[in-house]
């Protein structure tokens, strides 16, 4: 008999794990009166046109049309409810999870001097201040890559930093700001071990000043293209100042911490309906065992988390951050009407064929990444936390721009949750890959770090499998373990969220 | 004695082509009254506060506070004028300028079948659906690279098309319609040889129809991640298919062709102020001479024109098309205006420093590579042409994006004139390099093609600059020369125009 999985006692939809054929019997003494496909729902009663449509124990729609006992609902048949209104919050009314307790203490990290977190990875990154400079930056690297790295054993990788930015941007438009700030702390992200290599060309927008602190402008730390007599000068100097940057790193060994110097990011991409009931909870589980011991762990997308944000601020610590949740929600609600879009805008054709009705129901599974613990502060897109503990780190929901935001507030491994499965890795740190369906792990054995999947077909449970993802977590960020994205080099570019014009 | 150049006899302020010590003579019986640094501006009268300083013929301000004659004007002592008003434009008045005979009557390029314009290259283009296979199809290419290419010795190069768009974007916003069509057009590049290669994930946004017509979706054309078995089997796939391309590519021969099968891209960028007297005029007689022997030439950069929009209106062939390029800078406006900026964000740091004052001289300037021919017709960001001749293609002026719109409208060679420098390049189309001043192309021998600041020191003239450019064009689109950035492959990122919403 096919598993058929009801979140919650109130939910009069169900969904089976593996396609359920026309005339199966679902549980609950329901029959299929049609086909229903893996993750899609199945109507546990006859629902009335206009009738609720309830999963995770909210109302995902309501129906154009009746639906029979048995019957197959998909996204078509569903009205979208309005989104809760960000004026009649309420904050800190569930701020007093307990969270279960992490069976490991520490991890082995290369400390920044000066930095709040570590490194989970010792790496050279190189920023350019405009994307002008990348063709010769992408020589240099290669040269670098082969005639350099294998003089410095300790370091883990040499990687361009490129990025679409730096000049024909509107520089001073209200919401440069925001890649602006991305760049600036990206360069500081605890992966590069405080080294700081700024490639200029010399007449762009962004100039050093706006990435650093005065005293950070020196020779030995910014070269700009144009002063260098054409373009062997400009890689032999390149090549010079990386040999003298690798020689510092060189020197850098792990040392045992406990996980406040740690700055986890989640996030979720291709998701299906199995997403919300496996995979995002495990990783919620994992989260609150980190929270527990004191990480900073980040979670972001707000279009995918706006149709929960009464949870979210429920588990505000206080107003204040309660209020500053509130202000990102709304300067995105805004963005997008500017747009000429809602948040509808936001489910993908995968996610659809995935099972998911839309973006209430996505909504609700993709929260569940953040597991139970309090949400101590709220960040502005590419901000660093001040507090540790759970954050809510404001960032589009595209896979590349959020891992490029998160890599900004700290972040230095990321877990990544996903249905449907993508590539999906950064070279700036290390992506653990879970999968939300065991097909998907089959299929792509290869690429899946840790299969959520074992929790929809009975084999395993949530508790388990998130104490499994926690400990691959300390094993990658201790360097003993590399997910499968980095053995591969599977990197995606540096993907800027910016909201200001171009010119 | 420095040379001092006055560009139009209504101008009351000259520069000089190299430092201008105080007390020299600066012709025209005028004595520099301080140091007038390389390329600024020099009072050639008395100029009373709110005067208009003119150059080209025409007032780029009026002084903050008058300047004697032999006085140094810098940006900061000008206030703005007024953008040119959209609703009062003449069009076609200025279309019967006589265009110079070309010495040459046809180029040597690659026929596409079905297609207007022919390939100056012979490139196998990947084009991915969604950034998320960025990091397995830049794996496979450099697998391609090392293995295929030297098997196929008439195939140019094989490049992965990656771009940030595909998912986690408003899909259906209004604006989406200019991402979308851009790479739709990119993959139908000539450079291309016609072969389609379309590499997507399987659950994105940007599905294969939105970039292909129904009958070119095929297995032979698209290959979807999610439907391989994990990411060796992946790169197979791609192997094996980026062979099948190659084989077909391998075939292609040049053949001798008249211009109106070549279509050329003008554009300049960290530009002077002598961009606007040697490089661009030189590319402009260029200009001339290819559209007058029946090429296409497209010339951009909104924000760079739109002060000199009433010469332009002026020289489209109809009303028709003059209310097509009003359109085009009417929606820049506005997209300026609704991002909180206008046209004064475009000058940077290094067009100040090199003396160009503001948007209205930068303008003026950047004009002048549009020759004198007139518009046949005003393009969107990223469409096709459908007339021949000199093409108005409205794109922001950011380099790489301005880059990559013109590769989306058929451009398979570009003409990039610089005063600053950059070492810019592109992946998919040869481009060559202007200097705008001979220090430049001293500096950066091994990146400069060819130096129009030979027209400033007096050794040449714009028509013996621009003829050299001319033959210089037609032995790279010919495969006889490939220009510096080529040779050492310095390749800049597809950066894509995307007015709408990420979500």
């Not at 990658?476 to 540096?494: H, Q, W």
Request: with cysteine.
């Amino acid at each position: 008999m096919i598993p058929v999985i009801r979140v919650d006692e109130r939910d009069n939809v169900a969904i089976p794990v593996a396609d359920l054929p026309e005339g199966s019997e679902a549980g609950w003494g329901v029959v299929a009166r049609e086909q229903i496909p893996q993750g899609h729902k199945i109507a546990l009663e006859d629902i009335p046109e206009g009738g609720a449509v309830i999963r995770y124990g909210v109302a995902l729609g309501h129906l154009l049309a009746g639906v029979p006992q048995g019957g197959l609902i998909t996204e078509k048949m569903l009205r979208l409810p309005d989104s809760p209104d960000l004026d009649s919050l309420e904050f800190a009314t569930d701020i007093d999870a307990e969270l279960p307790e992490a069976p490991v203490k520490s991890f082995e990290g290369f400390e920044v001097e000066g930095a709040p977190f570590a490194g989970t990875r010792n790496i050279l990154g190189i920023m350019p201040t405009v994307q002008c400079v990348a063709g010769v930056l992408n020589g240099a690297v290669k040269r670098m890559r082969r005639e350099l790295l294998p003089r410095f054993p300790h370091v883990d990788d040499i990687v361009a930093l490129n990025h679409p930015y730096g000049c024909g941007v509107a520089i001073d438009a209200p919401e440069a700001a925001v890649p602006i700030r991305t760049l600036r702390n990206i360069l500081r992200n605890p992966n590069f071990g405080g080294e700081i290599m700024v490639v200029g060309l010399g007449c762009e927008k962004l100039t050093a000043d706006r990435l650093l602190e005065p005293e950070e402008i020196r020779p030995g730390n910014v070269l700009m293209l144009q002063e260098h007599a054409g373009f062997v000068k400009m890689t032999d100097a390149l090549m010079e100042m990386a040999e003298r940057k690798l020689r510092r790193l060189e020197d850098r060994r792990r040392t045992t911490l406990p996980f406040s110097r740690l700055c986890v990011g989640m996030q979720c991409g291709g998701s299906d309906a199995f997403s919300g009931i496996t995979a995002n909870p495990a990783a919620g589980y994992a989260s609150d065992l980190l929270v527990g011991a004191g990480a900073t762990v980040l979670f972001s997308e707000v279009t995918e988390v706006r149709d929960g944000v009464e949870q979210l601020a429920a588990r505000c610590v206080n107003s204040a951050v309660g209020r500053r949740l509130v202000e990102e929600m709304r300067w995105y609600d805004e963005y997008l009407r500017a747009g000429g879009v809602d948040r509808s805008a936001n489910p993908t054709p995968g996610n659809k064929k995935g099972g998911l009705a839309n973006i209430v129901e996505k909504a609700m599974g993709s929260i569940a990444k953040s597991g139970r613990a309090p949400i101590s502060e709220a960040l502005a897109p590419g901000e660093r936390p001040s507090a540790g503990g759970l954050v809510f780190a404001a960032t589009p929901a595209s896979d590349m721009v959020c891992g490029t935001c998160q890599l900004a507030s700290g972040m230095t491994l990321q877990v990544f949750m996903t249905g449907r499965g993508t590539p999906y890795g950064l070279a700036a740190a290390p992506v653990i890959k879970v999968s939300s369906r065991s097909n998907l792990k089959d299929m792509w054995s290869d690429l899946i770090d840790v299969d959520a999947g074992v929790i929809a077909s009975g084999g395993s449970d949530i508790r388990t499998v998130g104490e499994q993802l926690f400990r691959e977590i300390v094993e990658v960020a201790s360097g003993r373990k590399r997910p499968a994205a980095e053995r591969y080099r599977l990197f995606n570019d540096i993907c800027l969220f910016n909201p200001a014009p171009i010119t």
